[in-house]
């Protein structure tokens, strides 16, 4: 697969969670006071107004709210890639944190299907979270 | 004090609509603005504002008002924003004509969102967002993606059918076929909509709006000035912009629900109507979608219900509440939201021609609903008495 497709390109904010999903650590910001993650990465916590947050493990598990298959290469490094699908996955730990991810299976997701983490490393410096099913292990090809 | 029924539009134009201009959004700018003039019976010398939104894709207002020979602008306003924005520059000219602050104020959109700056977003540079860098490593970076996404749940949550996207597509194509500004006026059916390739599932070609390289020019002034002008005024009734539903976790989990949902009752709490009293609405059809979630979240029908409303021909020309008469951004072109208020302010001075909603006295015309951005903006306008 071509390696032209967009890398994350952390902020101030988002350099830790970028720098922990590289060394394999799944982790968002919890917050000191009110216990709410928040995501995305940013200083306040928008529940109770708190600046104080420490970096917290997830459980890597969710559910599968939406997804699409995408056939039309909107750049040109996805020329070779299309079709694909891509998922957004509703966090099992807060309701309100919505990700968005690549997905792991030989097969479409099915609504509210359980999933976990697949943490694929796209090169030194930067590892992607994936989702593939709770239900079954992604035979990797 | 209410903004209600404080401004008037009294001038629209526009460029046509293509897949290539051959010109610069100034030129386009220009075009528009100098025709909405003309259609208001107004000289250029008369504006004092000048209102625009654009997302690093078209002219300054500051350039656009030297090179039309204004020497001291009262007003401008130039908005970043995508089509959320769009009808939100309007209702902001309202407040400053209701302020005092300007007398004449022309909102403009001008792109070349097909030739230049496309607007699908393919071939085109990251949008510079909070969420891009979450979203495009994965592949994930255009609208059509992201209003797919939407789409899908809403689907899988109340049913939504591929036939009730479809129906939209084939109503506003109908529509479309009366209006010789539109871009694509073949009818179409249910069969070619559903023939049509995969862009990004659920979403056909058909699925998707035009880009389009145009630009469109509304005159706002206060409704005294309005009545001495050529044009019978229509009246900015209600004026409303939002934001809410994000990215962000903001508990707002519902990928089904807009931000339009949260600023209607305020907008029509406003205008102190209800749905319906909207004789006409021209709802943002970036996607097909766009069109089904905002008869939802505007209240034209339950939550859930809109396919089967659509597919009632409610939304059709003849029906209940017709939308998108001109043909929408799917058929007529995607001039970036600003095209909803021209055909909005034509339905209301009763001169659509062939699509004329009879005794049409109350439109809505809306931007963007907000899933993306997070922000949405909407006029309710009404005939001057």
Same mark, same amino acid.
């Given at each position: 697969?071509?390696?032209?497709?967009?890398?994350?390109?952390?902020?101030?904010?988002?350099?830790?969670?970028?720098?922990?999903?590289?060394?394999?650590?799944?982790?968002?910001?919890?917050?000191?006071?009110?216990?709410?993650?928040?995501?995305?990465?940013?200083?306040?916590?928008?529940?109770?107004?708190?600046?104080?947050?420490?970096?917290?493990?997830?459980?890597?598990?969710?559910?599968?709210?939406?997804?699409?298959?995408?056939?039309?290469?909107?750049?040109?490094?996805?020329?070779?890639?299309?079709?694909?699908?891509?998922?957004?996955?509703?966090?099992?730990?807060?309701?309100?944190?919505?990700?968005?991810?690549?997905?792991?299976?030989?097969?479409?997701?099915?609504?509210?299907?359980?999933?976990?983490?697949?943490?694929?490393?796209?090169?030194?410096?930067?590892?992607?979270?994936?989702?593939?099913?709770?239900?079954?292990?992604?035979?990797?090809? | 004090?209410?903004?209600?029924?404080? %401004? *008037?539009?009294?001038?629209?134009?526009?460029?046509?609509?293509?897949?290539?201009? =051959?010109?610069?959004?100034?030129?386009?700018?220009?075009?528009?603005?100098?025709?909405?003039?003309?259609?208001?019976?107004?000289?250029?010398?008369?504006?004092?504002?000048?209102?625009?939104?654009?997302?690093?894709?078209?002219?300054?207002?500051?350039?656009?008002?030297?090179?039309?020979?204004?020497?001291?602008?009262?007003?401008? !306003?130039?908005?970043?924003?995508?089509?959320?924005?769009?009808? $939100?520059?309007?209702?902001?000219?309202?407040?400053?004509?209701?302020?005092?602050? *300007?007398?004449?104020?022309?909102?403009?959109?001008?792109?070349?969102?097909?030739?230049?700056?496309?607007?699908?977003?393919?071939?085109?540079?990251?949008?510079?967002?909070?969420?891009?860098?979450?979203?495009?490593?994965?592949?994930?970076?255009?609208?059509?993606?992201?209003?797919?996404?939407?789409?899908? %749940?809403?689907?899988?949550?109340? @049913?939504?059918?591929?036939?009730? !996207?479809?129906?939209?597509?084939?109503?506003?194509?109908?529509?479309?076929?009366?209006?010789?500004?539109?871009?694509?006026?073949?009818?179409?059916?249910?069969?070619?909509?559903?023939? $049509?390739?995969?862009?990004?599932?659920?979403?056909?070609? !058909?699925?998707?709006?035009?880009?389009?390289?145009? *630009?469109?020019?509304?005159?706002?002034?206060?409704?005294?000035?309005?009545?001495?002008?050529?044009?019978?005024?229509?009246?900015?009734?209600?004026?409303?912009?939002?934001? =809410?539903?994000?990215?962000?976790?903001?508990?707002?989990?519902?990928?089904?629900?807009? $931000?339009?949902?949260?600023?209607?009752?305020? !907008?029509?709490?406003?205008?102190?109507?209800?749905?319906?009293?909207?004789?006409?609405?021209?709802?943002?059809?970036?996607?097909?979608?766009?069109?089904?979630?905002?008869?939802?979240?505007?209240?034209?029908?339950?939550?859930?219900? %809109?396919?089967?409303?659509?597919?009632?021909?409610?939304?059709?020309?003849?029906?209940?509440?017709?939308?998108?008469?001109?043909?929408?951004?799917? $058929?007529?072109?995607?001039?970036? @939201?600003?095209?909803?208020?021209?055909?909005?302010?034509?339905?209301?001075?009763?001169?659509?021609?062939?699509?004329?909603?009879?005794?049409?006295?109350?439109?809505?015309?809306?931007?963007?609903?907000?899933?993306?951005?997070?922000?949405?903006?909407?006029?309710?306008?009404?005939?001057?008495?």
């Amino acid at each position: 697969m071509s390696d032209d497709r967009p890398l994350p390109y952390p902020d101030r904010d988002s350099e830790p969670y970028w720098n922990a999903l590289s060394k394999g650590e799944f982790k968002l910001q919890r917050c000191d006071d009110c216990d709410a993650f928040r995501w995305p990465p940013r200083a306040i916590c928008n529940r109770c107004h708190s600046f104080r947050a420490s970096w917290s493990s997830l459980s890597g598990r969710g559910r599968i709210l939406s997804w699409t298959c995408t056939h039309q290469a909107f750049a040109p490094a996805y020329r070779d890639a299309v079709p694909y699908i891509v998922v957004q996955v509703q966090l099992a730990e807060q309701d309100d944190i919505l990700m968005i991810g690549g997905w792991r299976a030989d097969r479409e997701p099915m609504a509210n299907e359980a999933v976990r983490v697949h943490l694929a490393k796209r090169n030194d410096d930067f590892t992607l979270p994936d989702w593939e099913p709770e239900s079954e292990l992604y035979s990797r090809s | 004090m209410s903004l209600r029924n404080q %401004a *008037a539009i009294v001038g629209i134009g526009a460029t046509e609509f293509s897949k290539n201009s =051959g010109v610069s959004t100034l030129t386009l700018a220009q075009r528009a603005i100098m025709a909405a003039l003309e259609d208001a019976g107004l000289e250029p010398a008369r504006v004092d504002g000048l209102a625009t939104f654009r997302v690093g894709d078209s002219v300054l207002p500051m350039i656009l008002a030297q090179s039309l020979g204004i020497k001291d602008l009262h007003y401008w !306003l130039d908005q970043f924003a995508g089509g959320s924005g769009s009808h $939100s520059i309007v209702g902001q000219a309202a407040l400053a004509i209701h302020a005092g602050v *300007a007398d004449y104020i022309v909102c403009y959109r001008s792109l070349n969102a097909r030739s230049e700056f496309r607007m699908g977003g393919t071939g085109r540079p990251l949008v510079d967002a909070v969420e891009t860098q979450y979203q495009a490593p994965f592949g994930y970076f255009t609208p059509p993606q992201q209003f797919a996404m939407a789409a899908k %749940a809403h689907m899988e949550r109340y @049913g939504t059918t591929p036939e009730q !996207l479809g129906a939209i597509a084939v109503q506003q194509r109908a529509h479309a076929a009366h209006n010789e500004r539109a871009m694509m006026r073949e009818p179409i059916t249910l069969d070619d909509y559903l023939a $049509s390739r995969w862009i990004v599932e659920p979403f056909r070609l !058909l699925d998707c709006c035009l880009e389009t390289d145009g *630009a469109v020019a509304v005159v706002v002034t206060s409704p005294e000035r309005a009545r001495d002008l050529k044009q019978r005024p229509v009246l900015i009734r209600g004026a409303s912009w939002g934001s =809410g539903q994000t990215l962000f976790s903001n508990e707002q989990p519902d990928p089904t629900r807009t $931000s339009a949902a949260d600023m209607a009752p305020r !907008l029509f709490e406003m205008a102190g109507v209800t749905p319906r009293d909207i004789d006409v609405a021209q709802l943002y059809d970036c996607f097909t979608y766009s069109v089904l979630v905002q008869l939802e979240d505007y209240g034209f029908c339950a939550k859930g219900e %809109a396919g089967a409303f659509i597919e009632s021909g409610a939304t059709a020309l003849g029906g209940t509440i017709p939308v998108n008469t001109h043909g929408g951004f799917l $058929s007529e072109g995607y001039v970036h @939201g600003l095209n909803h208020v021209y055909e909005a302010v034509s339905q209301l001075r009763g001169n659509a021609g062939e699509r004329q909603v009879q005794g049409a006295e109350i439109a809505l015309s809306t931007s963007q609903p907000g899933y993306v951005s997070g922000s949405t903006s909407a006029l309710l306008l009404q005939r001057d008495a």
